[in-house]
C-alpha cells in the first residue's frame, strides 16, 4: 500500500510541527505529562502547558520539573498507577534520561515521548541529526521516525496504541527531527477527537500500584531470574512487529491516511539502486527520486519508519531485487564510522541468501544542509558500485575537506 | 512460578530470597549480658531479629546479612560477630 494523505482542504490547518504533535498528544487524552524545557522540543510542551491552563485536556496533571532525569521518573511512578503518560524531549535532555528509560522499558510502562531529533555536545549545536534517539537504542524502547507534519501528528496516536498493546506494554519514542519538524508550519488534517476514541482504546493495564492493593513494582532479580526479563523483553519487540503494521492499517481504516508500517517503499519496483533512510530526509529523496527517474535512473528508496524493533524481514523483502543498496544515516557510531542504519541493515543480510553490495552513507549531521545534489552525488557512488564494485563502505558524503 | 509482566509482584515475595548466604560474620548473643533492651531488634535494616517469647531475641540465619549494626549498638556488648567458617 503505498502513501495515502488526505488533501481535503476543509479539513486542513497551517500549524507548527510541534503545535500538531501537542495537539494529537492532547485528544489521546494522556492523564500525565512531565516537562522540562529543551530546544527544540519546547514548544511542544509549551503547547501542552496552554491547553492545559484552557482547561483542554480534562483528567490530566502536567508536572513541571527540574531535570530530564526527573521528567521520566516522575512519568515511572505515574504509569505504574495506571496513567497514561506523556514527555518529549531531545539530545542532552533524552542522553540525560539514559538510566531511566531503561527502567521505563525493563518495568514495561508504555510511556509515549516525542523526540525532537537534535545533534549531541561537544560542541554543542541545537540543530538536527539523530544521535540522540540512534544512541538509545538498546534501552528497550520503541523508535518510529516520521517524515513529515502528518506522519509525526498522526504517529503519536500510532506510537501510544503499539506501547499500550497488552502483547507490547514497551515504551516508544515517536521520534522527529527537530526544526526540519517541529518548527516549520506546513497544511495538515490535525486529528479529530471522535476518531482518536475509536482508535485509540483506553489504557487498561493488567497490574496498577494501588494502596487497597499493594504490589511490588522494579523489583529485584537475581542471575537466576535475570535472563529472563530480558528474554521477554526482546519476545515483546518482536510482537511490537505486527502491531506496527497493525496500528499504521487500522489508522488508515478509521482516519483514510498511511505511511507504510515498518517501512514504506517509494519506486522500488524495478529499483537497481535502493536508498534507505529514516525521518524527514525520506521528503528531499523522494524528490531527487522523481528528477533521477525522469533521466531513466532506476533508484527507488526503503523509508525505514520503525528502528525498533528493526524490521529484518520487511527490508529484505523490500530490498532483495536491488543491485545496491546505500544506507543513509544522520548518526555516526564512532570508533566504527558507520551510521546504525547502515551497519544493522549490513548485519541483517550476512547468514542470508540475499548478496548485495551495501554502502553507508552518512550526511546532514549537527543540521548541515542536506540538498538534492548531495543525494545525486551517493546515487552516483552508488551506480559506481554496480559497475565497479566498492570502494569506501561508508563514510560521510557531505564532508568538508577544506576544513580540516 | 511464571515472571509477571515487569516483574510485579506481591508483598514479602523477597522471602524466597534469601540472603543470609551474603554473610560473612554471623552475630551471636550472650544471654547473661542481654538486658532485653530491644535496640538490635529497632536498628535491624533487615528485619532479621525476630522476639523469643521469653522476652530475649534471636537471629534469623536466612535473611541476616552480617552487617554488625546490632552489635556496634548493643549497649551491654551482648552480641559477638563471629567469622563464618565451613
Sequence with gaps: MAVIRDLNKDKMDVVEGSYAVAHSVKVCKPNVISAYPITPQTHIVEDLSQFMADGEIPNCEYINVESEFSALSALVGSSAVGARCYSATTSQGLELMHEILFNVSGMRLPIVMTIANRAVSAPINIWNDQQDSISQRDT???????????EASDMTAQAFKIAEDKDVML????????????????????????????????????????????????????PEIYTEFRYLQQKAMDNALPKIEEAANDFHKVFGRYYGGLVDEYETEDAEIILMAMGSVVGTIK?????????????????VRSFRPFPVEAIHNAIKNAKVVVAIDKNISLGLNEGALFTETKASLYNTNIDMPVIGRMIGHGGRDIPVSTIEKIVDEAANVMKSGISVESQYADLKEELL | MSIRLGGVCEPGSTRVNKTGGWRTFRPVYDYDKCIKCKLCELLCPDMSVLEWENGYFQFDYDFCKGCGICANECPKNAISMVLEEK
Excluded at chain 1, 140 to 150: H, K, P
Excluded at chain 1, 188 to 204: G, I, N, S, W
Aim: aromatic share 12%; hydrophobic share 40%; glycine share 8%.
Design chain 1, 287 to 303: 524528490d531527487t527520486i522523481d528528477g533521477l527517474r525522469a533521466k531513466g535512473v532506476k533508484v527507488g528508496l526503503l523509508k
Design chain 1, 140 to 150: 528497550g524502547w520503541i523508535q518510529l521516525y516520521a517524515e513529515d507534519l502528518q
Design chain 1, 171 to 222: 515504551p516508544a519514542m515517536a521520534c522527529m527531527d527537530g526544526f526540519i519538524l517541529s518548527h516549520v508550519y506546513e497544511p495538515m488534517v490535525l486529528l479529530e477527537q471522535d476518531l482518536v476514541d475509536e482508535y485509540l482504546p483506553t489504557y487498561a493495564p493488567e497490574y496498577t500500584l494501588d494502596t487497597k492493593n499493594p504490589l511490588t513494582f522494579g523489583a529485584f532479580a537475581d
